[in-house]
Each structure stands twice: as structure tokens, then as C-alpha cells.
């Protein structure tokens, strides 16, 4: 009983100073966010070597937190921050599919896994240009989401829409390319355009000369002549 008095003793002091010194999740996420911002900055002042190390040091923070917090419900957020740097600013495309795999596999049930499964199968198609991973990714996310819970979503609509494309051997460009094709051929052209104005013009010239005959008065002096002659005849 003496010895586990003493054994408390020496551990609660220890216990309590590893609690005081641990950072919050709040003020970890906040200096993380505050590097990611100022990276930002950097980039838009063309100082890329600044940003990329400021992009490099706010990727660590993020990790930090997950090695701290690994149970935190903002985890998954830390994971999808941390594969948008890859993508967006470092341009690491291999490190972002790397982290977005690691987030569906550690939080399948969140929301930012669904992101994740679908950034993978995006990133193989259109970053990396392998076009037979990207097709056995759409396939997987639309295993597990074969349609959108949420209307504004639209991540199943397009794996589906990617998907056929791959399938098809098809592009975005070729679709906007036909989709401009369409339009074109919609629209009237220049020369219907001036015959049917100028038809229109002279329906309305004609009902003008209509309104003209009908609105000028009878010339009378023929009658009046008539009957000056009857007259002296009587």
C-alpha cells in the first residue's frame, strides 16, 4: 500500500505535465491553417521556394495533429488538407493519392472519404494520365456509391459520366468540342437571317401601302364634275 502511495505520487506530477504541454487540437489546426495560409501568400508574391517549404512545413503540422489525434473527429479533415497541398500547390501527385488512400482506409464512414475515393480516380485519369487505375477506381467508388445521397453532391453522376468516357475512349475536350459542334448548327444562319428580315420588311411595307389607301380620303371632284353637267343639262 506504501509503495503504490509513492508510486501515485511520482506519477501524477508526470501525468499532469504531459497533459499541461500537450497542444490543443483547436491550436494545432490553427497553426496549421495559419502555415498553409501564409504559403499562400508566399506564392502570390512569386517567392516559389519560400512557399514551397512554408506548403512543406504546414503539410507536418497537419501530420502532428493526426499522430496526436487520431481518434478526432476533424482527423479526416487534416487527411483531405493535407492531399489538397499535394495537389493544388505541390503539384505531388503520387503523395496526394498516397494520403487519400490512407483517409478512406482510416475513415471509411466520413464524409471527406467519399472525396477521397473519387479524388483518386480523378487524379489517375486527368493528373497522371493513366487511364486503366482511373477506371478501376471509378469502379470501386461506384461500388460503394453507386448513386448521390445529397443532390448537390454529383461525385456518383460524374464517376459514372468519367467512367463511360474511359470506356469509350472519349475526352472532356471531345465533349465540348461536339456540344460546340451542336450549337453551331442550331444557330440560324447570316444569310436566313437577312432574307427573312428583308421578307418581314416588305410584308410590313406592304400592309403600310394598305393603310395608306384606306386612311386617304375619296377624290370627290369627278362626282362634283357629274353634277355640274347634269345640272346645265336640266
Known amino acids: ?101 490512407e483517409l478512406t482506409q482510416k475513415y471509411p464512414a466520413s464524409k471527406e472519404s467519399k472525396y477521397g475515393m473519387f479524388m483518386v480516380a480523378f487524379i489517375y485519369d486527368e493528373m497522371l494520365k493513366d487511364k486503366e487505375k482511373a477506371k478501376e477506381n471509378y469502379k470501386k467508388f461506384l461500388d460503394k456509391y453507386p448513386k448521390d445521397e445529397d443532390p448537390n453532391e454529383k461525385m456518383s453522376e460524374s464517376a459514372r459520366m468519367m467512367l463511360q468516357m474511359l470506356d469509350d475512349n472519349r475526352t472532356i475536350e471531345d465533349i465540348i468540342k461536339n456540344t460546340q459542334k451542336d450549337s453551331v448548327k442550331t444557330e440560324p444562319k447570316k444569310d436566313d437571317v437577312k432574307k427573312d428580315t428583308v421578307k418581314n420588311d416588305t410584308k410590313k411595307e406592304d400592309v403600310k401601302k394598305d393603310e395608306v389607301k384606306k386612311e386617304t380620303p375619296k377624290d370627290n371632284s369627278k362626282d362634283d364634275k357629274a353634277t355640274d353637267t347634269d345640272t346645265k343639262k336640266k
Open 1 to 101: 500500500m506504501h509503495k503504490l502511495r509513492i508510486l501515485l505520487l511520482i506519477l501524477i506530477p508526470a501525468l499532469l505535465l504531459t497533459a499541461c504541454s500537450k497542444e490543443s487540437e483547436d491550436s494545432m489546426l490553427l497553426s496549421a491553417k495559419t502555415k498553409l495560409e501564409e504559403a499562400k501568400k508566399l506564392d502570390t508574391e512569386n517567392k516559389p521556394e519560400e512557399a514551397k517549404k512554408a506548403y512543406g512545413e504546414a503539410i507536418e503540422l497537419y501530420k502532428k495533429f493526426l499522430t496526436e489525434y487520431p481518434s478526432s473527429p476533424k482527423a479526416p479533415e487534416a487527411y483531405s488538407n493535407i492531399a489538397k497541398i499535394y495537389v493544388d500547390n505541390l503539384k505531388d501527385y503520387p503523395s496526394a493519392i498516397k494520403n487519400y488512400e
